[in-house]
C-alpha cells in the first residue's frame, strides 16, 4: 500500500490516510487501498475495531483536486468508484470504526469523518464542507449524515456556505462524539478503539445494524428487528460469559463471538 499505511495490533485494525504532502487528498489508488483495508478489517476475525486517522497535519482534504481534473477524468466515476464503497464498507463493516480527526477534514474527508461509527477531534481539527467553494455538491453519504447529526438548518448553512468548523464547535452541535488535546489525540484514540476490540464484537455490530436501520425504519419495524437481533445477541458466547462473569463477580473474558 502506497497511500496508506495499516497495520493489526491488539484486536484494532489502524488505518492512516498517507498522503500528508497534499492533505491526505484522495486518488483513485488511495480510494481503492482504503477499501481493501476497509474489507481487511471486515474479514479478518483477529481485528474486533477499526481506528482510521491522517498522516501530517491534516485528516483528509478530500479529493485531490488535480487528479480530478487530469483529462478523461469523469466525476460520477470518482463518486462511483472511490467514495460510494468507502462509506458503505464503514457502514456495513459489523464491527465499530472509531476515526481519529487530526486535522482538517474537509469535502470528502469530513463525510467519511461523520460516518465513522465514533468520531474523536483534536481540539486543532476542523471540519469544512468545502464543496460548494468549488461549485460541487456534498457528496460522500454528508447530505445523509449531516442533517442527521446536527439538524436540517445548521447542516443546510455549512454546505452551502462551506464555513470551516472548529473541533469544540463540532462537538457542540453533536457532530462529533468528543475532542481531546492535539497531543493525546492518537492515545486516547488507540486506548478507546483497543478496549473496544475487547468487547462482545457481535453485539457491538448488531447494535450498529440497527442504528443503521433506524434512519428509515418506523418504530414498529424498528421494535421488531431490535427483537430478532436480541435473540441473535443472546445466542452468543459473549452474552453467556457476560451473564456468567456478573453472577460471579468477575470480570468477563469476551472472544467476540
Ligand atoms: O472529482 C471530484 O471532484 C468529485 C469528488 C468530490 C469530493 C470532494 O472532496 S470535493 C472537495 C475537494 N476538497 C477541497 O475543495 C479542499 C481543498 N483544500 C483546501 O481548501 C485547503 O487546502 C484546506 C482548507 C483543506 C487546508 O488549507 P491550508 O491552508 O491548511 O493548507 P493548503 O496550503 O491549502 O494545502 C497544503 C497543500 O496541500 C497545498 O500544496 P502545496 O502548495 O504545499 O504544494 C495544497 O495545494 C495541497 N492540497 C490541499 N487540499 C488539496 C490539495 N491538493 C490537492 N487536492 C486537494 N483537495
Redesign the pocket.
Known amino acids: 500500500m502506497e497511500s496508506i499505511s495499516f497495520s493489526i495490533k491488539n484486536g484494532v485494525g489502524k488505518i492512516t490516510l498517507n498522503r500528508p504532502?497534499?492533505?491526505n487528498?484522495?486518488t483513485m489508488p488511495m480510494a481503492k487501498e482504503l477499501q481493501s483495508a476497509l474489507d481487511e478489517c471486515a474479514n479478518n476475525k483477529t481485528v474486533r475495531a477499526v481506528l482510521l486517522t491522517g498522516a501530517g497535519r491534516?485528516f483528509c482534504?478530500?479529493?485531490?483536486?488535480?487528479a480530478?481534473t487530469a483529462p478523461g477524468?469523469d466525476?460520477k466515476v470518482?463518486?462511483e468508484q472511490q467514495?460510494n464503497p468507502i462509506i458503505n464498507k464503514i457502514r456495513n463493516i459489523e464491527k465499530p470504526v472509531v476515526c481519529a480527526v487530526n486535522g482538517?477534514a474537509?469535502?470528502?474527508?469530513a463525510n467519511i469523518a461523520i460516518a465513522c461509527d465514533i468520531v474523536l477531534a483534536a481540539s486543532s481539527a476542523s471540519f469544512?464542507q468545502?464543496?460548494s467553494?468549488?461549485g460541487?455538491i456534498p457528496?460522500?453519504g454528508g447530505t445523509f449524515f449531516l442533517p442527521r447529526l446536527i439538524g436540517m438548518q445548521r447542516a443546510t448553512a455549512l454546505m452551502m456556505l462551506g464555513d470551516k468548523v472548529s473541533a469544540p464547535q463540532a462537538l457542540e452541535f453533536g457532530m462529533i462524539y468528543k475532542v481531546l488535546p492535539d497531543e493525546t489525540l492518537m492515545s486516547e484514540a488507540e486506548k478507546l478503539a483497543e478496549h473496544l476490540a475487547q468487547m462482545p464484537t457481535r453485539g457491538l455490530g448488531l447494535t450498529k445494524k440497527l442504528l443503521n436501520e433506524s434512519m428509515h425504519n418506523n418504530l414498529a419495524q424498528q421494535l421488531e428487528m431490535e427483537g430478532e437481533m436480541q435473540a441473535m445477541a443472546a445466542k452468543t458466547y459473549d452474552n453467556a460469559e457476560g451473564v456468567k462473569a456478573f453472577l460471579e463477580k468477575r470480570k468477563p473474558v469476551f472472544k467476540g463471538e
Open positions: 504532502d497534499v492533505l487528498s484522495f491534516a482534504a478530500g479529493q485531490d483536486l488535480a480530478a477524468v466525476i470518482i463518486v467514495y482538517v474537509a469535502g470528502a474527508g469544512i468545502a464543496f467553494k468549488i460541487l457528496d460522500s
